[in-house]
């Protein structure tokens, strides 16, 4: 079984062990009782839930690309505008636009294919080069996870607080 297998399944049942210790509990019939997890399982099922959380950028003379420039970038590709995209992320789309402009002037390569608007209205695109971009960043994190994930398990498999 997969670790992240485990831990969906490890997640269901702790979750529906705090729904059976609710004093709403009417409907199962434990009005008045508390149904409780012996001590070394209730840690054991709190150490699977724990997972270590990271982050991960690429630099070059200062931050150049992460989570947040993919996730507009994305969003880009999603909507075709910067201003819808930087609206959904709850930022002005003054910022977005200073945002891609810095990132495209520390890669040198243009990120958005942009189109005036007018009577047929305008719009951004994402260029071949950003989507290889997004594409390779979203790989590494990926891999990086599960190296993470089995680093954590060698070290924390078995440990009780």
Not at 112 to 137: D, F, I, N, W
Request: some cysteine.
């Amino acid at each position: 079984m997969q670790f992240t297998e485990q831990i969906f399944r490890t997640r269901r049942l702790l979750t529906a062990f705090r729904f059976l210790t609710k004093k709403s509990g009417r409907q199962f019939g434990i009005r008045k009782k508390r149904f409780k997890l012996p001590v070394n399982v209730y840690i054991d099922l709190q150490v699977r839930l724990m997972r270590p959380v990271f982050k991960i950028w690429l630099e070059n003379n200062g931050k150049v690309f992460g989570e947040g420039p993919l996730e507009i970038l994305q969003k880009v590709e999603k909507t075709g505008s910067l201003r819808s995209a930087a609206a959904q992320m709850g930022m002005s789309y003054n910022k977005a636009w200073r945002l891609i402009a810095a990132l495209e002037e520390r890669l040198g390569y243009s990120l958005l294919e942009k189109r005036v608007g007018g009577a047929c209205g305008g719009g951004s695109k994402v260029t071949p080069y950003a989507q290889q971009l997004m594409k390779r960043y979203s790989e590494l994190k990926e891999e990086a996870e599960i190296v993470l994930e089995k680093l954590y398990l060698k070290h924390f498999e078995g440990f009780k607080t």
